[in-house]
């Protein structure tokens, strides 16, 4: 059996250097100059940042010098000034007055009418439009005690609501809800009151027009009613 040599070239590249070992150690050497470069010029600035930051402390410590000698004139000119503030604080303060007059509230109070106990004493009452409304209603009559409501609704809606307000008298919740009918028609109320008691509402008038109210108690509303009307 005959052995023949290995080739010269494979002789060879068993003890030659690959070409990624190569491109390694030059990345390794490039990476270690710039390193050095970069570490230079960041100590550089460090050096003239600190001398930079010195020298501004030292202009700011003379600048605090001379505007610390200010406040001693700036005293004596402010002076005159402080002595004229109470005569303008006086002169000023009643021009504030009228304004802390204009706050406008409408208070309003109604019951059932003496001489007809299923009507309100108080047929129509006027309000302006964003008005505060402070409404009371005091059932109290002195011979023929019911329960009532008030009841203001949108414009045109009086005759639906005392309808759907009568159908209530068949639901099992109807007394407990006051007679009053779910509906956005609705815009402001009282519970139903007993007698001889008495419940403010507050409210903010809404945009003008006529706007009824009337009570819901079942039946009542045939006469039992009004008119509030915004300007």
């Known amino acids: 059996m005959c052995?023949?040599?290995?080739?010269?070239?494979?002789a060879m590249s068993a003890h030659s250097h690959s070409p990624s070992e190569e491109s390694g150690s030059f990345w390794k050497i490039f990476n270690l100059?710039?390193?050095i470069v970069v570490g230079g010029f960041a100590l550089f600035w460090s050096v003239i940042f600190l001398y930079g930051a010195k020298a501004q402390t030292s202009g700011w410590n003379k600048e605090e010098k001379v505007t610390n000698t200010a406040p001693a004139a700036e005293t004596t000119a402010a002076a005159p000034a402080a002595a004229a503030t109470p005569a303008t604080a006086t002169t000023e303060a009643p021009a504030a007055a009228p304004a802390a007059?204009?706050?406008?509230?409408?208070?309003?109070?109604?019951?059932?009418d003496t001489a007809n106990p299923l009507a309100y004493d108080t047929k129509e009452f006027k309000v302006k439009a964003g008005q505060t409304v402070k409404l009371t209603f005091n059932n109290v009559h002195p011979a023929?005690?019911?329960?009532?409501?008030?009841?203001?609704?949108?414009?045109?809606?009086k005759e639906k609501l005392l309808a759907e307000a009568m159908q209530l008298v068949a639901a099992p919740d109807g007394m407990a809800k006051g007679y009053i009918p779910e509906s956005k028609d609705v815009l402001f109320h009282t519970k139903l009151l007993q007698p001889n008691t008495s419940e403010t509402i507050e409210f903010t008038a809404p945009a003008a027009g006529a706007y009824?109210?009337?009570?819901?108690?079942?039946?009542?509303?045939?006469?039992?009613?009004?008119?509030?009307?915004v300007e």
Do not use: R, W
């Not at 204009?102 to 059932?112: L, N, Q, R």
């Not at 009824?212 to 009307?229: E, R, S, V």
């Open 3 to 10: 052995l023949f040599p290995a080739p010269k070239n494979l």
């Open 33 to 35: 100059i710039l390193a």
């Open 101 to 112: 007059a204009s706050t406008d509230v409408a208070e309003i109070t109604i019951k059932p």
């Open 144 to 157: 023929v005690p019911q329960m009532h409501n008030i009841v203001i609704s949108a414009p045109g809606t």
């Open 212 to 229: 009824p109210y009337f009570c819901t108690f079942p039946g009542h509303g045939a006469i039992m009613y009004g008119l509030m009307t």
